[in-house]
Structures are given as C-alpha cells and as structure tokens.
C-alpha cells in the first residue's frame, strides 16, 4: 500500500481556495449577464420611445396638415358638368378658405353626388344611371354635381386607391375639366374590388388619356402630361383629404343633412335620394318629383316649369 502525495490529494486550504476562485467566475459572469441584459432593456426602451415619437409626430401632423389650394373648376368641392358635359368655370379655393356651394337655379335640378372611387355601391349607382345622367347633363335638363371623397383609403391593400383616384379627378378637373365626366365614368367602368390594390398611378393616367381623347386637348399632349405629373406627385391629396373632411363631420350645404354618412350620397337640389340604387326609373322619378316640387316654391315665372325628364 502506498501513501499519497500532495499532488494526488489538496490539502484543505487549496480545496478553498479553488472554491473561492470558482465563486469569483460565477459572480463575473453574472455582472456580465447582468450588464448586457441591462444594455439590451435601454436599447429596447430607445427604439419603443422613438417609435413612439415618430407615431405621435405622424398623427399630429396628419391632424395640423397645412392648407393647401383646392383645384380649380370645383369651388364647391365638388364639379359642376352641364349642357355637352361641359363643366363649370371656377377659380381654385384658396388654402385655408372656405369652399362656396353651388347655385340651385330651380329651372335645372342640381344632381349632386358624393363618391368613392372603390365604394362598390356606388359602382352600381353609377353603372345603373350614368347613361341617364349623361343625356340629362349633355341636354342641360339638368347638372350633375360630382364630389369625389376619400373614405375607403386604408381598404386597398396599403395603396390609398381612394386617395389616388380622387386625386387623380381632381387632376383631370384642373386641367381638362370637360373631361371629367368621361373619366370620373370610365373609373366607374373598370373600378377595382375593395381590398384590393387598385389602379396604379400610371393605369389612371392611362384612363386620362382615353378620357381625353386622342387628341389629347393640346398640341403635344402637354394636358396630359400635366395630368400625370399631377397624378404621380399627389397634388390634390391634402385637398382630398380636406374637402372629405368637411363632408363627412360638416353640415352638407343645400341640405339637411348634418354629414355625408357614407357613399354614394345623392341629392337633387336640397333632397336625398334614399331609393334603389341600381333602378334607374325610380331615380327619374325622383328627380322630376323634386325638379317640380323647387319650381313651384319658387318666385321665377320666366321658364316654364320642366314637365319631363328624358330617359338615358
């Protein structure tokens, strides 16, 4: 039998020893551990107060935007087409100003509309009675009032189709107004599904193009290329934004509503229209029922009170 030495037994000081040194690591590593988590909860509180920052930033922003001019020929915040489709002369709303309703002349009903390029109820109003509203707007038995808002924005796959479309009318409003009603049409037409993303700008710069003919209103296209420069930059979309504003929390002028409620909002002169969308007779009744009804309140004798309104 053979007795070990101090290499193949540690004497009790170095069994503590070792202890000591172990507990040390241990400590260490758990300052460590506890430095990094630290510097990883800061970190993480910046980037959440900086998110919440920008958020705060945007929404304030969004809800001081600057005014903005509106575009011209809808001083109403909407557009007047009448006889031939040809629209009312308007100068723009000045940034910040009030918009100013337009004149009912109790000779030639006033048929105001208030829509969103996506609404798909409006799609059928629109796909029901744009061929009536049509013959009655190029006959001047009556003018028809577009006003387009932007309510279904945040409903097109993060595009903001209702925003662009809008924008884009108003565009064409600005710089080819007797082509509004052919292209607020031809929207109508080929009107994308909600929740889906919509026309891209260039695709509603190509349905300006048709809207405005082959000729394209000047030598040069250069109507157009106003048109588009427009559409891409978003000019009007501040505008939009106000004028669906004022629509939807304003008293609507020329009515008893308190506010658009929603799309499409049809009146003829000061009523609603509150029958079926998509039965264009029930429409024509209505209109020459209210066409009568403001002749004979009114005072004017000099035209003879309208007696018909000619199908589409």
Not at 40 to 69: D, E, H, K, W, Y
Not at 251 to 257: A, D, E, G, I
Request: proline share 7%.
């Amino acid at each position: 039998m053979t007795n070990g030495g101090p290499e193949s037994s540690p004497t009790k000081n170095q069994r503590r020893e070792a202890t000591r040194e172990k507990a040390k690591e241990l400590r260490d590593a758990q300052r460590k551990r506890d430095l990094r988590n630290k510097i990883f909860l800061q970190g993480g509180l910046v980037l959440a107060i900086v998110a919440v920052v920008v958020g705060i930033t945007f929404v304030i922003t969004s809800a001081i935007r600057p005014p903005t001019a509106g575009p011209s020929n809808m001083a109403s915040d909407g557009i007047v087409v009448g006889q031939q489709l040809k629209a009312a002369q308007t100068s723009a709303i000045p940034a910040g100003s009030d918009p100013k309703p337009t004149q009912i002349d109790p000779n030639v009903p006033n048929i105001r509309i208030y829509v969103d390029y996506l609404c798909p109820i409006c799609g059928e109003f629109e796909k029901a009675n744009s061929e009536q509203l049509a013959t009655w707007a190029e006959n001047g038995t009556a003018t028809v009032e577009y006003h387009p808002i932007a309510i279904l924005t945040g409903r097109s796959a993060g595009t903001q189709y209702s925003l662009r479309a809008a924008n884009a009318a108003a565009c064409v409003a600005n710089y080819a107004p007797d082509s509004f009603f052919v292209f607020s049409t031809l929207l109508f037409d080929d009107q994308p599904e909600e929740g889906t993303e919509g026309h891209s700008d260039d695709e509603l710069s190509a349905i300006a193009k048709t809207a405005l003919g082959s000729g394209e209103e000047s030598p040069g296209g250069s109507t157009l290329s106003s048109i588009s420069k427009c559409i891409d930059d978003g000019t009007y979309k501040t505008w939009v934004q106000e004028s669906t504003d004022r629509a939807t929390t304003q008293p609507v002028p020329n009515s008893n509503l308190e506010k658009v409620k929603g799309t499409p909002t049809v009146l003829v002169n000061d009523k609603q229209y509150t029958g079926s969308i998509t039965d264009p007779k029930e429409f024509q009744a209505f209109v020459l029922s209210v066409a009568s009804e403001t002749y004979a309140q009114s005072s004017s004798t000099a035209t003879p009170t309208p007696t018909e309104i000619p199908a589409g």
